[in-house]
């Protein structure tokens, strides 16, 4: 079973404009991480926002904010007013604290802003 | 600055000669790993390694090899590469307390195989 699904393949959005970006995660250890990652053209994996299973409060970096909600195993990523440099791949991803802690990806969202 | 190295960050070679890629950090994590990135797979991860001397296998170790001689070094090697380990590779690290935090990547190092 897919432990992270990201379901938007590709999603548009202006310049300017608020984006959100769906992540639903599947896990049986209570203690795990939610992460996500910006992949520009350019190819690095650059970390924007964590957010834990024990935190009470949604994560906020800037202009991305986590919307968490555990019983439903969603942790999607909102971007705030967004910029011509917020297109690239997305990837929702989950690391669980039991095993070897690899970080499990999902198949990542390709966002475009448009002026 | 806080960073992951990767080397080379583009290499194209032939199909059964040994190369090695090298990853270091200047973070003291305990916690390295390697992934590999192909079309349509998303990232998989290849070995990753606790500490100094301690490795595992990830998802897609075969045809790969390892080492952990020093605590910032990771290096991965191909014995005898082949076409179908083509891909994007990166590597990652981060700290003890595993769950809770990000792994940081290198910039990738791009292969192919002929």
């Known amino acids: 079973a897919q432990k992270i699904t990201q379901t938007q393949p590709g999603m548009f959005v202006q310049e300017k404009e608020a984006v959100t970006l769906d992540c639903t995660y599947d896990?049986?250890?209570?203690?795990?991480?939610l992460f996500w990652y910006k992949q520009p053209s350019s190819g690095e994996m650059i970390f924007l926002i964590y957010q834990g299973s024990y935190d009470q409060q949604n994560a906020t970096e800037g202009r991305y904010s986590l919307n968490f909600q555990k019983a439903r195993k969603s942790a999607n990523l909102v971007i705030s007013a967004s910029q011509l440099g917020d297109s690239a791949m997305y990837f929702c991803?989950?690391?669980?604290?039991?095993?070897?802690?690899?970080?499990?990806f999902g198949s990542g969202t390709r966002l475009q802003v448009q002026p | 600055e806080a960073q992951v190295t990767q080397n080379p960050r583009y290499l194209i070679t032939v199909t059964g000669k040994k190369l090695t890629v090298t990853c270091s950090q200047n973070?003291?994590?305990?916690?390295m790993s390697w992934y590999r990135q192909d079309p349509g797979l998303g990232l998989r991860q290849i070995y990753y390694s606790m500490n100094v001397e301690v490795t595992d296998k990830g998802d897609v170790p075969e045809g790969y090899k390892v080492s952990r001689k020093e605590k910032r070094n990771f290096p991965l090697i191909l014995e005898s590469p082949s076409p179908n380990q083509t891909s994007l590779y990166f590597c990652?690290?981060?700290?003890?307390?595993?769950?809770?935090?990000?792994?940081?990547f290198g910039d990738g190092t791009r292969l192919s195989i002929l």
């Open positions: 896990t049986s250890d209570p203690s795990y991480g």
């Open positions: 990652a690290s981060s700290s003890r307390d595993y769950s809770n935090q990000p792994q940081h």
């Open positions: 991803a989950m690391r669980e604290r039991a095993g070897r802690r690899a970080l499990t």
């Open positions: 973070m003291n994590h305990e916690y």
